[in-house]
């Protein structure tokens, strides 16, 4: 009949409509039950899910209308347990039952009679070949027309298939990446508190750390120079840390360690086979740094040849993949690192002053660190707690003299020279007193090898057993036995060090035990 096409248009149309505007089961079920109101007048109306997995049902959404009693939309049950259901997703056909008297012996069929429901209808809904549930419609009074509706509301299934299994796609999806969120949450705020860690009471650091909180609120472009092992990437990682854009990524880039030729690549990404090796599309670090940060460390480095196309991208904030003639834009902040003098190596033709004015909106210098001897010896505390607790060793232990000397020394690579030294020291020292001889040991390894030819004196053996075992005795306090006597730093027993001592004339006055 016409009005039964015009009515069939209509209700594919407002499904679709349905397809693009709900977000939920609940909202699209809404609207797909609406919709077949419209052209049955059901008395119960339900979609209910099939997993093949586990060969069960449960229902898309609650379903409308009369509520039988045993019949529950909160949790899965076996397909089996709905006759009706199972005989549909079984056979992939419509089943129209008329007088569900006749099926009372069903479980479901004698709980939807008590209901006051006396006939059904049951559609499969498919999916590129296979069944992802069905649709059921229920009647107190069968409909004269049951038989046309059921042809009409077959038709309709393969358009609601659709709107159910991209329902099922977004919820999947949006699952995936509210997990993926949380990973990244975890992540960031485990880079962030391995970040956080500034000690300082020197004034310069004050200022420099007073400047970074400023820094971090705006969004201009930040250089920072230092020498080598100054920090640059912890200050760069503070001020993305501290900044709005702390939620979403701080990519770093070490343009010292790129080849020339894969330059771009690595920044703006290539399309799959732009270029041999190229086997894969690639998100390049500046769309991967979308709504974040890049820093650019080491931009001293960068070549000339590709510092032009670096200034056009920071200035059009748009770029192509290699191999790709679409821009895509992003929002990224730059913050940019160097050891280097750049304002010399503009003079001498190695870096462009427009890219140097673009990328230098806001200087940080960080001090070197013999330019800040106050901070030293509260580093050197807090390093040695750090590392005696992440690898479980006794805290080292420091006299004034070694403390001095730490503060006399140059330390030409900074605070990561000192990190990697009080992690040394934390290995070898075993907990002891470190002495003023210890940290020289230490910091001047090649001063105590072997002097010119006519300085060499070459000790024997005993010489030097007897210079070792003296300055086991002197470090332990004159103990040669217990936990922390000579005997247990030089790893033998106490009866064979006082042997030794007795043997190479070593007075044991000073021995307590």
Avoid at 63 to 75: D, F, L, Q
Avoid at 451 to 480: N, V, W, Y
């Amino acid at each position: 009949m016409p009005w039964q096409s015009q009515q069939k248009y209509e209700c594919l149309l407002n499904i679709n409509n349905a397809i693009i505007t709900r977000k939920t089961r609940e909202g699209l079920f809404e609207a797909i039950a609406t919709q077949l109101r419209e052209v049955c007048l059901y008395d119960r109306c339900s979609i209910q899910l099939y997993d093949p997995m586990d060969s069960s049902i449960t229902y898309f959404a609650t379903a409308k209308g009369i509520k039988p009693n045993g019949i529950s939309c909160e949790t899965s049950r076996p397909l089996s347990a709905g006759a009706v259901a199972n005989m549909v997703i079984e056979s992939g056909k419509p089943i129209i039952i008329k007088d569900l008297s006749s099926v009372a012996h069903w479980t479901s069929a004698d709980s939807m009679l008590m209901a006051g429901l006396t006939s059904t209808m049951a559609l499969p809904l498919i999916i590129r070949d296979k069944i992802i549930g069905s649709l059921h419609c229920s009647f107190k009074k069968c409909p004269e027309n049951i038989m046309e509706l059921g042809g009409f509301l077959e038709d309709l299934c393969k358009q609601i298939s659709i709107a159910i299994d991209n329902m099922l796609s977004y919820e999947k999806l949006r699952n995936i990446n509210e997990a993926l969120e949380k990973q990244k949450g975890f992540v960031l705020e485990k880079i962030n508190k391995a970040t956080e860690a500034f000690y300082f009471t020197s004034r310069k650091m004050t200022k420099l750390k007073n400047d970074m909180d400023l820094v971090a609120e705006s969004n201009a472009p930040v250089l920072i120079v230092g020498e080598t092992g100054t920090g640059k990437d912890l200050v760069a990682r503070y001020i993305h840390n501290h900044s709005p854009r702390n939620q979403n990524l701080f990519v770093k880039v070490n343009c010292a360690s790129l080849a020339s030729s894969l330059i771009e690549s690595e920044f703006f990404g290539h399309a799959k086979g732009s270029f041999t090796g190229a086997t894969v599309k690639r998100i390049g670090r500046f769309e991967m740094a979308n709504g974040g940060t890049i820093f650019l460390d080491e931009i001293g480095e960068l070549p000339l040849q590709n510092q032009a196309k670096l200034l056009q991208v920071l200035e059009d904030k748009a770029f192509e993949r290699v191999g790709e003639s679409t821009p895509i834009s992003a929002d990224f902040r730059i913050i940019s690192a160097t050891n280097q003098n750049l304002t010399k190596n503009i003079r001498a033709g190695k870096f462009r002053r427009d890219l140097f004015y673009r990328i230098n909106t806001i200087l940080l210098e960080i001090p070197p660190l013999r330019e800040r001897v106050e901070d030293i010896e509260l580093l050197v505390r807090c390093f040695s707690s750090n590392f005696a607790k992440i690898m479980q060793r006794p805290e080292a232990q420091y006299s004034s003299s070694a403390i001095d000397a730490l503060l006399q020394y140059q330390w030409p690579g900074n605070v990561r020279e000192l990190q990697n030294a009080v992690e040394k020291i934390t290995i070898l020292s075993n907990g002891q007193k470190l002495t003023e001889a210890d940290i020289e040991r230490l910091l001047h390894p090649f001063d105590f090898e072997e002097s010119p030819a006519q300085e060499i004196q070459f000790l024997t053996r005993d010489e030097m057993e007897k210079r070792h075992i003296k300055e086991a005795l002197e470090r332990c306090g004159g103990h040669t036995g217990g936990k922390r006597g000579a005997s247990q730093l030089l790893g033998i027993p106490r009866s064979t060090l006082q042997y030794r001592m007795k043997k190479l004339g070593i007075s044991p006055c000073s021995e307590t035990h």
